[in-house]
């Protein structure tokens, strides 16, 4: 079985509903998208340990890296916890601008950009919005 039917298995077994959101075209909550992305076993951490692979896993990565834009670019459509509604949508849209570079960078097999886009979606960006818009 390889490790995207995994994953996807494992979504659906622990219920957060995000895959299934998207596949309904009804974008997941704020929750299920930082669940995904996030958590241990997410997204952000999946890709960030390929990347640092020898050999990364071209293939793995680009799945991951478009299902994590489709995510990023679900965000945007929630609407924030708290906080301005600008504020949110100019931090929602950077947050899925990093996104579909990583995407592009995936898809290129460019390990330098990808890891530049991959910083643009921790650390400080993550501090900045959770600043703003987290209860």
Not at 1 to 17: E, F, H, Q
Not at 58 to 65: F, K, L, M, V
């Amino acid at each position: 079985m390889g490790r995207m039917t995994r994953i996807l298995a494992l979504l659906a077994l622990a219920g957060t509903g995000a895959a299934v959101a998207l596949a309904q075209d009804k974008p997941p909550s704020i929750k299920e998208i930082m669940a995904r992305l996030n958590k241990p076993g997410g997204l952000y951490p999946t890709i960030s340990k390929a990347l640092k692979a020898e050999a990364p896993d071209w293939d793995e990565i680009r799945q991951e890296a478009k299902t994590f834009a489709k995510l990023a670019d679900a965000l945007g459509k929630d609407a924030p916890p708290v906080g301005d509604a600008s504020s949110w949508a100019k931090l929602t849209k950077a947050y899925a601008d990093h996104a579909r570079a990583l995407e592009g960078a995936a898809d290129k097999k460019d390990r330098a950009a990808a890891n530049t886009a991959r910083a643009g979606l921790g650390g400080e960006t993550c501090k900045s919005c959770h600043s703003a818009h987290k209860k």
